[in-house]
């Protein structure tokens, strides 16, 4: 062979393999780390919550024919406030703060998709707790089968201290944020706007929150939701907090549920993180109880269907129609179970008639009329209308007229739950009630608060 032929082969033998190295290199580029990776998977998902809230002021003026100041309402514009959010449901449903979405009139979700274009919907609350800052929205589709990018959760406890975080948020509909960071903490406890939220184990991260990027997830490195970015310590410099999957998780299950949001006693807890979903809790005498519901029992089907997370299950519990039955497939350790359970009207068991059963006292709720006949300035509160002889109440020195503000440390405004405080004591436990006395005295009226206990029969 010719030196010309050898050197002709060798460099086509060169070529190919610089091309190889090449190729390999691209496929290997530290570009392309894990960051990047979990960004791209969770950020389509990744809203910005533009909102208008209505806003009063209140003036006062002079009132010649009654000789005193009255109070009138001024409207103002509405106001606009921004925040961010995430898809946790293909069929649309967010998740973001109270914060970002109370009192909103107009909710609206702007959504950046792959080739940056904005798309805008609008959207409304469906469900939220103030005391966990957890919302939960749904966004209305433009098309009726438009599928939106969901991001998953992270397990309940799946934290690693020290380990990189990711801050993602949407705001002021400017496109994707992100910010990175370590997680610093698992348990912390923080204020927010001067009140302390009832957030336990807050997640503390130097990854960079602002209110653009509050209401945002904050991922790992699997691309999977640890926390709902929520606040910033303004004492402190690049300190952050977010609500621990594990708190949304039991948010979600209160709030997002036939008893919160229809007054239709379903009976169980559902564990929203889990897969499949395990039932956590089963009240005692409920229709979940009565259809053979237990505590570890896992969901395969609700209505023939395998439900894909939570939410899916839970928007068909609150779909049922008048009939309020729902079939459901479980598995118990081994074995599959059918069985039906029929949701009733939670004022159908937690009514007055069974706390006159626990304690021996009719209560009646607060109106208007009422508080002004009893010279009390509040609607907060259950009015004593008869106490039984002998009964628990009665011993415990319980009169007409007098008010229960709170049963066990809880306020209580309505029958039912306060029917629901008493439900879940033993008989023979102790029960404190919050008392308060309205008694007229001449031309002037006394107040005075207490506090009694009583035993359960």
Not at 9 to 21: E, F, P, Q, R, S
Request: charged residues 25%; proline residues 5%.
């Amino acid at each position: 062979m010719s030196i010309q032929g050898r050197s002709s082969k060798l460099g086509g033998a060169i070529a190919l393999a610089l091309c190889i190295t090449a190729l390999g290199q691209a496929e290997e580029s530290p570009r392309h780390n894990a960051v990047v990776e979990a960004v791209s998977r969770v950020m389509p998902g990744v809203v910005n919550i533009a909102t208008k809230t209505r806003v009063q002021r209140v003036r006062y003026y002079y009132d010649w024919w009654r000789d005193n100041w009255a109070p009138y309402a001024q409207e103002l514009p509405l106001q606009e406030s921004a925040g961010s959010g995430v898809v946790v449901d293909t069929s649309g449903y967010v998740l973001t703060n109270v914060h970002v979405v109370k009192d909103a009139v107009e909710i609206w979700v702007k959504i950046n998709d792959q080739n940056g274009e904005t798309k805008v919907y609008q959207a409304e609350a469906i469900a939220g707790s103030l005391t966990t800052d957890i919302a939960l929205l749904k966004i209305t589709p433009k098309e009726p089968d438009e599928t939106f990018t969901a991001a998953a959760f992270a397990s309940d406890d799946d934290l690693l201290l020290g380990e990189t975080v990711l801050a993602l948020g949407n705001p002021f509909g400017l496109g994707g944020s992100v910010s990175r960071g370590i997680l610093s903490s698992k348990s912390r406890r923080a204020e927010t706007g001067g009140s302390k939220l009832d957030i336990p184990d807050w997640l503390q991260t130097d990854a960079s929150i602002n209110p653009g990027n509050s209401g945002g997830p904050l991922i790992n490195l699997d691309g999977e939701i640890i926390g709902i970015n929520v606040a910033v310590l303004k004492e402190g410099q690049g300190i952050g907090f977010a609500i621990p999957i594990k708190r949304v998780n039991e948010s979600l299950s209160r709030i997002f549920t036939p008893e919160f949001l229809e007054g239709n006693w379903f009976g169980a807890s559902i564990r929203p993180g889990s897969r499949p979903l395990t039932v956590e809790s089963v009240e005692p005498d409920s229709p979940a109880e009565r259809a053979g519901l237990a505590v570890g029992d896992r969901i395969m089907k609700i209505s023939d269907h395998a439900p894909r997370n939570f939410i899916e299950f839970a928007n068909r519990l609150l779909n049922l129609g008048r009939a309020r039955t729902v079939s459901l497939q479980i598995r118990r350790e081994k074995e599959l179970i059918d069985c039906s359970v029929k949701l009733i009207p939670e004022s159908a068991y937690f009514n007055a008639e069974l706390i006159r059963e626990k304690i021996g006292v009719t209560l009646e709720e607060m109106t208007p009329e009422v508080a002004r006949a009893l010279g009390y300035n509040s609607t907060d509160g259950l009015v004593v209308s008869r106490v039984d002889d002998r009964s628990p109440a009665d011993k415990a020195g319980l009169s007409t007229g007098e008010v229960v503000v709170a049963i066990e440390g809880h306020g209580v405004s309505d029958i039912v739950s306060a029917a629901r405080l008493l439900h879940r004591k033993e008989s023979g436990g102790r029960l404190m009630l919050d008392i308060l006395q309205v008694r007229r005295s001449g031309l002037f009226l006394r107040r005075r608060t207490g506090r009694i206990s009583l035993v359960l029969p």
